[in-house]
């Protein structure tokens, strides 16, 4: 009687459904959220090599970054951008924004009207930052600007002719610039500007990525790439060496930091089914072996 | 199904629809009737449409779906047309036409070479037509043709030749004169991973004895390799909750400090 309510204990361990399993993660998430469970962040050298070469641009450097995302991966992108634009600010670094997504023309609009202008009033669009918008040809694009980026820009996104821009001057392709950064997670993303823009131009290439594409960009560090955020626990990293330097951004938001605590709860309810449900298994095993 | 079932059913869709209706009003009514406040409702009803489905399959799942696949695709068909085919190929062609739009570019010289990706682009629009749907595939061959063109040099040279380079470590590390522990140990495991990774991958002699050891962490390798990105993968996927979480926590419910 005793095995056989064990038995049925351990199949139901096994054959948990699947709405059970969503509830605890939306508990495992929600709750660290509402409490503000928080974790202190070491920065890793792979995060590091970014902040170190941001950090040791001279004034007046001038940096590309390219948004290259939708609102669907807004969550773990927006933090790194949100963090790497705070500290390129803060160093007085000339920023031009383009993007690969279409989608990340409103995107870097809403971030430059969120970060930029209310944190960095005395930044002018123009002389400090500009914002190419976005250009379709993927990889092709990044090929042709590699060598005469007026050729794709004619205008900025507002319209205004690149040559009455005076932080334009200087560029005429890629290799003008000090540091490329993309921000992205898919195609066309960072590892196009690793092989159509770092490589044959011999350009410093950074930037962060999703976690899920992170895996497949990690073999092209350090040779190939200069530093690699992934996914969410990349831009907490980023967030908290930035607000370790500059106090000032202590009250800025990082959403990065916020998220990691949900993030670190919700990892160990997963592992919690995983180690649950393979005693079961081994268990139910056992036992069947046993009884034959 | 019977009638009284269908009729039942019906009254649940019912009580449905005009709950989210409350609801809706309810929210707007505490974000004080604005514009933002009804964004915001808006994406909160969408986000909560989308997380019903971890339920089940629904109607309000279906319409957030269908919604967002449309806005989609009109999303980046205006793009393209604002920011490629008015400034890259009209302007080009004939400036003047985009006066009213982008004044800037309106008084440089006309370049006639944009004719042929006009010409292509048409040529591709064939497909569309009911006789002649042959002639788009000369413009999907010249676009097949020069990707694959540009694509293999620069797969070569940085994915081939490059991580080739990558992978040609020293295994013994000295650095002022001491052994650099951490980096040896690294390079290693490095050169393990990949010579062994490779054994794996060689078919042309049994994994038996040695090489069929070599072969054994080389999937090990490959495991870890495996396991390493689904943890990476089950970290975004929950970030992107976390994020839904905090949009609807924070900036709908204004519960988050």
């Known amino acids: ?292 | 199904m019977t009638e009284q079932t269908v009729e039942r059913r019906a009254i649940w869709y019912l009580l449905g629809f005009l709950a989210v209706v409350l609801a809706f009003v309810l929210s707007m009514a505490l974000k004080g009737f604005t514009q933002q406040g009804f964004y915001v409702t808006l994406g909160a009803f969408l986000t909560l449409s989308i997380l019903s489905f971890l339920y089940k399959d629904n109607i309000f799942y279906k319409m957030a779906e269908h919604l967002f696949v449309g806005v989609s695709a009109a999303y980046w068909m205006v793009m393209g047309f604002w920011s490629v085919m008015v400034p890259n190929l009209i302007g080009k062609i004939h400036p003047p036409a985009v006066k009213p739009f982008m004044p800037a570019i309106a008084s440089q010289p006309a370049s006639y070479w944009y004719l042929i990706p006009a010409v292509l682009g048409i040529m591709l629009l064939w497909r569309l037509m009911p006789k002649g749907a042959w002639i788009a595939r000369w413009a999907l061959a010249f676009i097949v043709g020069t990707t694959a063109g540009l694509n293999f040099i620069r797969y070569m040279a940085s994915d081939l030749l490059g991580q080739i380079n990558s992978s040609m470590v020293p295994l013994v590390v000295i650095q002022n004169g001491s052994l650099d522990i951490m980096t040896t140990i690294s390079n290693l495991v490095l050169f393990l991973g990949v010579f062994c990774g490779l054994i794996y991958f060689f078919f042309s002699k049994e994994h038996k004895g040695v090489f069929g050891v070599g072969s054994k962490i080389g999937i090990w390798i490959l495991m870890v390799t495996f396991g390493a990105g689904f943890g990476y993968t089950v970290m975004a996927r929950i970030s992107l909750l976390v994020g839904r979480f905090r949009f609807l926590f924070d900036d709908w419910l204004g519960l988050l400090k």
């Open chain 1, 1 to 292: 009687m005793t095995n056989g309510v064990n038995k049925t204990f351990l199949e139901k361990m096994q054959a948990i459904d699947r709405r059970v399993i969503f509830l605890f993660i939306g508990l495992a998430v929600a709750l660290p959220l509402l409490f503000h469970v928080v974790f202190t962040e070491k920065i890793t050298p792979i995060v590091g090599a970014i902040y170190d070469r941001v950090e040791n641009l001279p004034e007046g450097s001038k940096v590309l970054i390219s948004f290259d995302y939708s609102p669907s991966t807004v969550p773990e992108i927006q933090p790194m951008v949100d963090a790497v634009l705070r500290h390129c600010a803060a160093r007085k670094v000339k920023i031009y924004i383009m993007g690969l997504w279409a989608t990340g023309q409103n995107i870097a609009d809403e971030t430059i009207s969120r970060v930029l202008k209310p944190e960095f009033p005395a930044y002018q669009y123009g002389e400090d930052y500009v914002n190419l918008g976005y250009k379709s040809g993927n990889q092709g694009l990044i090929n042709v600007i590699l060598t005469d980026l007026k050729k794709m820009y004619t205008t900025d996104v507002h319209g205004t002719a690149i040559d009455s821009i005076p932080m334009m001057a200087p560029i005429r392709n890629l290799r003008n610039f000090d540091l490329i950064l993309s921000f992205g997670g898919g195609f066309p993303g960072m590892k196009e500007w690793v092989l159509f823009a770092g490589d044959p131009g011999r350009i410093p290439v950074a930037g962060g990525v999703t976690a899920v594409s992170a895996p497949q960009l990690y073999p092209y560090y350090p040779s190939q790439l200069l530093g690699l955020m992934g996914g969410i626990k990349g831009a907490a990293e980023y967030e908290s060496e930035v607000i370790r330097h500059y106090s000032r951004f202590e009250n800025s938001s990082h959403p990065g930091i916020d998220m990691m605590g949900p993030q670190a709860v919700a990892h160990i309810v997963i592992i919690l089914f995983i180690v649950v449900g393979n005693v079961a298994y081994f268990l139910t095993r056992r036992r069947e072996a046993e009884n034959d």
